[in-house]
């Protein structure tokens, strides 16, 4: 099995749309966006994750041309004032590769290579791919999400993308997989693939990403509205980390940089004493 990584990475989350379920409208102008990207940077995200099109339940799609309207001008004028390497959250192809074009170096891909261009746009581009799970489509994806065994399937679907990845020339150490909590999961199922997230990393063999800030889970479990749940996030990360994750992906920076921050020195204690 692969060492647990010395540090958790942080990816921070920067959508640029007008109907995410947490943060939407906060950064419809290109320069509203650019500076919270720099505040994300100086707070400490290790990659800036630019979205263009919302993925909560129930969104419609964005047309492509929208999609790269939002995050072309906002990627390029970053990737120009930050450091920190900049991912682009999209399922399709052509957006990806204008992306990577415009200075992004990561591809999170919450359709685990739905587009079937995908694999080859990020393998010619030498980028990093982010292969989510996700079950059906944002708009029907909560009807009635049903598995036998939700954490073999999951790991089943992402060792599948994966080898297609690698099939079409992407860099086994390029892959990242992400069980895509939320995505087709009812509460049960997300709590059981956080809890297996030391077997998703055995079973697909690729360094993990999960995605639980402000959920729909911590609402369901702490009954808080999005604006309320830093410290179910919190909770939620700190398990991430005990249980192996190699990234986390996050809204509030500032506060879980100090989560992971704790976390990993735990962590570390354990595999050195
Ligand atoms: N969650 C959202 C969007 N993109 N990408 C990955 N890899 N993992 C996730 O869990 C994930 C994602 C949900 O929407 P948000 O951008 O508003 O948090």
Partial sequence: MRP???RTLIMGVLNVTPDSFSDGGACLEVEAAVRRGRELAAQGADVIDVGGESTRPGAAEVPPEEELRRVLP???RLAAV???PLSVDTRRAEVARRALEAGARVVNDVSALGDPRMAQVCAAAGATVVLMHMRGRPADMQADPRYDDVVGEVAGLLAGARERARREGVAPGSIWVDPGIGFGKTLAHNLALLAALPRLRVETGCPLLV????????GALTGRPVA???HGTAGAVAMCVAGGADAVRVH???????????CD???RSANRN
Wanted: hydrophobic share 50%; net charge negative; glycine share 2%.
């Fill in 82 to 84: 930050v450091d920190v």
């Fill in 228 to 230: 309320e749940r830093v």
């Fill in 74 to 76: 906002v990627l390029e």
């Fill in 265 to 267: 020195a735990i962590r």
């Fill in 211 to 218: 995605g639980v800030s402000r959920k729909s889970f911590l």
């Fill in 4 to 6: 647990l990584p010395e």
């Fill in 252 to 262: 509030d920076v500032a506060e879980m940089r100090d989560v992971v921050k704790v």
